[in-house]
């Protein structure tokens, strides 16, 4: 009963995927085929199927034939070893690594972090921050006075005190603390806006600052926001909408002119009458090297210009538009947009928000929750978590004593060796499916990835490379099963290999060898040459077009030599002077050198021009003669020394469109003896019951 409902069940699998086609005594199911050629043509596999038409039918038989001759020469491309070529397989892996790279993520938290990302590009922010020094490897008191004081700096500025002037005496009070004595000189300065960020958008800050100033409200003061620097506080003043570069051309009038409130008045008056506004730039501007010529200041990102600058164009100025006057710290103002860019929509911005979210804390949460996911897949299980037990059967139970009896401070600067015997004891630390990962492995992952590191606990230090140990291995293990459980990354793996293996192919039995083989080719232009109908548009490019002999002599200056004696001495010296430069020769032996102030009063140049892709000779011109063309002081003549009848271009003429004529002979050439060679069988029947 068994083996009758396997049978069963087989039968209608062949019945409901048929074969379509044999290659070598292997089976190439109807599914794997309209897979493919469903793709090519960029329609949805799921798509109901819509009326035949003579033009899909051809575009199916057309794409079977291909696609026959494809898997015949991979057939032969794998029976001659090319999928174990270095070179291929070199190119293959970078593929793969960079392939992998995007399944080793959890998609959904990416997806997030990508809206995330674009959502806050639409803003551009103004903020001040007052930075309370703690790095990462802070002592668990030290860590606790930074974040206690930062927390007072806030409510400090919570309750009303200037912003500035808090981040001036924090600034001044660490300066003076500095063991640098320049650091210490800088405390006297002067600086009524220490602290300010200008203006930035998503990316300009590290990913918790951002976090945390994009969810504040403006005039808002945070709490202490944790960075690897430290505790920052910090200050939102604006949040724009932000319209991407902008290029502007400005006024400014500098706080040290003299009456500067007036000059930019009178600046601003003038432009409402109609003045331009490189006029007006030029003789009020302070801003010698652009503002006083009008130039534009070029494209600018948002946290490359003054903040005010952000928040007037962001008020809703359109290209062309001045502002009125404002006020900024170094003076006053006026801006003219000459252009800015305006936001793209979201799927046009996923591969820029990718390429921007591969290094920092943003990209590492993807990947640290699909390490999470990994331990649910394929079993996980860290054995330093397993009280010890006596029961039989009971799990291990293991500590980082071992590694940590063997790591010194010499981690903390990328110098960290050890000795594999001191290593004893080799319980495992943790499994993933059936491997275990033993004290000897966190070595030499340590060892492997060196670094230079704050120096910090080393307790603490080993529990926290321990995790990411444990994360490494996840991805890796996830990493080595990609082709056996994700079907999408086999398949564009198998249609990679399959693409660069058809490509060497091709090269060495068609493209390399049409070019090598010059006797080869000389014949088949020999027997192909004559069997072209220059009639035929299609062929056109096989033939010359009518074509002319033409000498056109410049003579500049109409004093030198006459038009008509020219044309007279053109029309006796043809027949017993051909060639330009003779013909040019008599004619300099009349010019009129008193009266000529030329150096080279005749000019000569020769060319072969064909009717429909020049422009020397005229419709009515295409017949022996001589033609003036006069000009401002003097005039051209243009000699039709001949016209050459249409006719079939010579091999080197039209090289390119027979040699490709010639790789196209040599790959049906190989493609039917290859289907003679692994019995290649079409079943029609199964192509003509295809609807799509």
Known sequence: MLLAAALSTAVAQTANDPVIFEVGGKPIYKSQFMKDFLQSIGKDPSAAPTACTYEKRKALEEYAQLYVNFRAKLA?????????????????????????????????????????????????????????????????????AAYNHAMELSLR???????????????????????????????????????DLGCFTVFDMIYPFESAVYAMKPGEVSQPVRTKYGYHVIKLFERNHYYGKA????????????????????????????????????????????????????????????????????????????????????????????????????????PYLKSRMTVGERSKRPQRIFAEQCKRIYGFEDYTKVKTSKKKNAPYAASLAAIRAVVTDTIFSAKFNYDSNQITDMRPLFRIGETNYNSRDFARYLSKHKKVWPISDLDIFVAERYKDFMEYELIKYADNRLEQDNPEFRDLMAEYRHGLMIFTYNDKFVWSRAIKDSAGFADFYAEAMPKHDINDSAQAPYFWNERARVYTFSIFDSACLAPEKAISILQKKMADAPGGEALRDALMKKVRTKKC???????????????????????????????????????????????????????????????????????????????????????QEVIDEITY
């Open 157 to 195: 500025a919570r309750n009303g005190e200037d912003f500035y002037t808090l981040a001036q005496e924090e600034m001044r009070t660490q300066r003076m603390n500095s063991k640098d004595p320049l650091v210490r000189k800088r405390a006297e300065e002067d600086n009524p806006i220490e602290g």
């Open 597 to 683: 102030k030329a150096d080279n009063p005749v000019l000569v140049r020769f060319d072969l021009v064909e009717r429909g892709s020049q422009d020397i000779l005229r419709d009515g011109e295409w017949h022996t003669g001589i033609y003036g063309r006069p000009h401002r002081k003097g005039y051209d003549l243009v000699l039709v020394e001949k016209v050459h009848e249409p006719e079939p271009k010579a091999l080197h003429e039209a090289r390119g469109y027979y040699l490709n004529d010639y790789q196209n002979y040599l790959d049906q050439k190989v493609c039917s003896q290859l289907r003679e060679k692994y019995n290649v069988k079409v079943h």
């Open 247 to 350: 290029n502007v051309a400005h006024i400014w009038v500098s706080n040290k002119a003299i009456n500067p409130e007036k000059m930019i008045n009178g600046a601003y008056r003038q432009l409402s009458e109609g003045d331009p506004f490189a006029t007006v730039a030029k003789n009020y501007s302070s801003d010698r090297g652009s503002g006083a010529q009008g130039i534009e200041l070029g494209e600018m990102p948002c946290n490359q210009l003054p903040p005010e600058y952000v928040s007037t164009i962001a008020s809703g100025m359109q290209v062309g538009d001045f502002s009125k006057p404002f006020k900024t710290r170094y003076g006053w103002h006026i801006i003219k947009l000459i252009s800015k860019e305006e936001c793209p929509p979201f799927e046009s911005m996923v």
């Open 76 to 144: 032969d491309a794998y029976a001659l070893g090319y999928d174990t070529l270095p070179a291929l397989r070199k190119e293959l892996k970078t593929y793969r690594d960079e392939l992998a790279t995007s399944y080793l993520i959890d998609s959904t938290t990416l997806k997030e972090l990508l809206q995330e990302a674009y959502e806050r590009s639409q803003y551009a922010l103004h903020a001040a921050h007052i930075l309370v020094p703690c790095g990462e490897a802070a002592s668990a008191q030290d860590t606790e």
